[in-house]
């Protein structure tokens, strides 16, 4: 019996969230501030290190079939959370979406694209059935933070308020900011060199950037992985954040 590529890359999936979630769960629970379950009793996360500086949220992983960033997200808070002294404040939340990263979707449980559920002027509601096929897991759903998962970042921002907002994506390869992130931005893509960008290429209505980075003019940056990065480059991104948040930028 012939098993598919599909199928054997599904199982790598999980093996891989397995192992990444049981890394989460060895992290220093001292430093666990924030969780919740998911509709499919996941569990999202946020964890938090320092009390000065700049207070600065690190999403590891929002679309689910994006997975690459857990695992980088999670060396950079074993790192920070080593060190004694930090200038600035880290605020991690390794997956935002875990049940995604289950069902190897892009979007959540509900079929929804957390990326394009945010509560921004530029959300728009969109007829799920008259999306083309391959646009349908773009959709932001019937309103703006109608998901959990949404809300759990708006309840991390409401709590902690951070003046810097870093989120990994795959599969391209540059580093993009929203708002007020161009020197957060360029800073990370000097010691990544990765490209830099100000637009990633098409609108994204309903996501991160446009709520918090050009309505809340917050400092959004956007880490773009690309397929089957190279082991440098993965370093290159952990050495980044962790300077960012060590040192300031």
């Known amino acids: 019996m012939r098993i598919s590529k599909k199928i054997i890359f599904f199982v790598f999936s999980l093996f891989l969230f397995s192992i990444s979630l049981f890394a989460i769960k060895n992290i220093i629970i001292d430093e666990l501030v924030l969780t919740k379950k998911t509709p499919l009793n996941n569990e999202i996360r946020c964890y938090k290190k320092g009390n000065s500086g700049k207070n600065i949220l690190l999403i590891g992983c929002i679309h689910g079939d994006e997975k690459a960033g857990i695992m980088l997200s999670i060396q950079v808070?074993?790192?920070?959370?080593?060190?004694?002294?930090?200038?600035?404040?880290?605020?991690?939340?390794?997956?935002?979406?875990?049940?995604?990263n289950i069902l190897n979707t892009r979007t959540n449980s509900h079929k929804i694209d957390i990326n394009r559920n945010f509560p921004s002027l530029n959300w728009e509601y969109l007829d799920s059935s008259k999306l083309k096929k391959d646009k349908v897991i773009f959709w932001g759903g019937k309103q703006p933070s109608s998901e959990m998962e949404t809300n759990f970042i708006l309840k991390v921002d409401s709590i902690y308020n951070p003046s810097a907002i870093i989120i990994l994506h795959q599969f391209l390869n540059c580093v993009e900011y929203d708002g007020l992130g161009q020197s957060l931005a360029e800073f990370i893509s000097k010691q990544t060199k990765q490209e830099l960008l100000d637009y990633i290429g098409y609108p994204t209505s309903g996501s991160i950037g446009s709520y918090f980075g050009n309505d809340k003019k917050k400092e959004i940056v956007t880490i773009e992985i690309p397929d089957n990065p190279s082991d440098s480059l993965q370093q290159n991104i952990v050495n980044a954040l962790v300077e960012v948040i060590e040192k300031g930028y």
């Open 77 to 100: 808070m074993n790192k920070i959370f080593s060190k004694n002294i930090i200038k600035n404040t880290l605020l991690c939340i390794p997956t935002a979406n875990p049940d995604g």
